[in-house]
Nanobody, 125 residues
Framework: QVQLAESGGGSVQPGGSLRLSCAASRALYSSKWMAWFRQAPGKEREAVAAAYTGGGSPVYADSVRGRFTISQDNDKNTVYLIMNSLKPEDTAMYYC??????????????????WGQGTQVTVSS
């Protein structure tokens, strides 16, 4: 049973936009913390953004703050990553994560128990 399913990746030119979606099972969405990570070839997986689905301000990596926005639709158990002003360095596989262990920073991938399969984002001219 797929509990996290990402979609919305693709290829865009620099300066373009994409919206990624992460549809979660009710149980995972109710776990409250959901996050987006990304991994470029040859690099470690890094945190991009996270949100508490029960409310509050999202958090962002410095590299994407002001360009990316994480939002949610509680009726659909879905979290979105809206990516604007995309740069070639944003090229990566993007993963949705959920079920975060409290007490571990949102940036630490080890803190999340559930992961999606990933969706590829490629930014090039």
């Amino acid at each position: 049973q797929v509990q996290l399913a990402e979609s919305g990746g693709g290829s865009v030119q620099p300066g373009g936009s994409l919206r990624l979606s992460c549809a979660a099972s009710r149980a995972l969405y109710s776990s409250k913390w959901m996050a987006w990570f990304r991994q470029a070839p040859g690099k470690e997986r890094e945190a991009v953004a996270a949100a508490y689905t029960g409310g509050g301000s999202p958090v962002y990596a410095d590299s994407v703050r002001g360009r990316f926005t994480i939002s949610q639709d509680n009726d659909k158990n879905t979290v979105y990553l809206i990516m604007n002003s995309l740069k070639p360095e944003d090229t990566a596989m993007y993963y949705c994560a959920a079920d975060r262990t409290l007490g571990i920073t949102w940036r630490d991938q080890k803190g999340y128990k559930s992961w999606g399969q990933g969706t590829q984002v490629t930014v090039s001219s």
